[in-house]
């Protein structure tokens, strides 16, 4: 079953509460709060706020970046998860591409660091599916889903991706989360009506939902960041997934 959301960064401009209004306007059901602006580490009135929208939280997104991060961010991280009592923490597997890090040793390290204290508090440390990291391709995403144990995968798509190898990653990595928008070739500057990918969506959610377990499509970066164009992309979101 898929779960409809949004990650909240993509409206940084708006409050914890608008944020709330629009997505329960949308018919949405999740968020992933944001640790960068609406959600700071630490700041348990704003997690607070972020419950009283109603909304379930998906996850908690982080920006620590597992091997290049001081280790003392980790725990102010994982308390204020616990305080949204978020399933997930998003963190990201460092800060080089898996052609670029020689020794990924430190990173795989950290990582399995941080699964151990999340699993005392209670959530589950999720990988950004993300270029410049070692989540860059499939294969550098499987072997570090392979070396860290009890880590999960984000996924989203690359600007432009054909529907088959979107397929075929969905299906080797069986993400908890998916990302959602749509992009051109030219990648984050090239975003599009979430609906001019439908070729790609509409399969990729199937598979996604292909066995039953419950799973987070959040939607981010919309044209323009606007609110309107969100409010387009959410309909397009919940007709898919209608099927």
């Known amino acids: 079953?898929?779960?409809?959301?949004?990650?909240?960064?993509?409206?940084?401009?708006?409050?914890?509460?608008?944020?709330?209004?629009?997505?329960?306007?949308?018919?949405?059901?999740?968020?992933?709060?944001?640790?960068?602006?609406?959600?700071?580490?630490?700041?348990?009135?704003?997690?607070?706020?972020?419950?009283?929208?109603?909304?379930?939280?998906?996850?908690?997104?982080?920006?620590?970046?597992?091997?290049?991060?001081?280790?003392?961010?980790?725990?102010?991280?994982?308390?204020?998860?616990?305080?949204?009592?978020?399933?997930?923490?998003?963190?990201?597997?460092?800060?080089?591409?898996?052609?670029?890090?020689?020794?990924?040793?430190?990173?795989?390290?950290?990582?399995?660091?941080?699964?151990?204290?999340?699993?005392?508090?209670?959530?589950?440390?999720?990988?950004?599916?993300?270029?410049n990291t070692l989540t860059d391709t499939l294969e550098s995403a499987v072997q570090l889903l392979d070396e860290v144990d009890g880590v999960v995968p984000y996924w989203q798509p690359r600007g432009g991706q054909d529907v088959f190898s979107a397929v075929h990653e969905v299906r080797t990595l069986e993400p908890v989360t998916a990302h959602v928008f749509s992009w051109g070739e030219g990648g984050y500057q090239d975003r599009l009506p979430l609906s001019a990918r439908r070729d790609l969506w509409k399969p990729v959610l199937t598979e996604l939902a292909r066995d039953g377990i419950e799973r987070n499509a959040l939607l981010e970066f919309v044209i323009d960041d606007s609110p309107e164009q969100f409010r387009e992309d959410a309909k397009t979101l919940l007709s898919y997934l209608r099927g």
């Not at 990650?7 to 999740?30: K, M, N, P, W």
């Not at 204020?80 to 998003?90: G, I, N, Q, S």
């Not at 699964?115 to 999720?126: P, Q, Y």
């Open 1 to 131: 079953m898929l779960i409809p959301g949004l990650v909240s960064v993509t409206f940084r401009q708006l409050t914890v509460e608008e944020i709330g209004e629009l997505a329960t306007e949308c018919g949405l059901q999740a968020v992933e709060w944001g640790g960068d602006v609406h959600v700071p580490p630490g700041d348990f009135t704003a997690a607070r706020r972020a419950l009283d929208t109603g909304l379930k939280v998906a996850a908690y997104g982080s920006y620590y970046r597992a091997g290049v991060s001081d280790r003392g961010e980790l725990a102010a991280i994982l308390e204020t998860a616990a305080e949204l009592d978020a399933p997930l923490v998003r963190v990201w597997a460092g800060t080089s591409g898996s052609a670029e890090c020689p020794d990924r040793g430190p990173v795989v390290e950290a990582l399995q660091h941080a699964v151990e204290h999340a699993d005392a508090m209670g959530t589950r440390i999720a990988l950004e599916y993300h270029r």
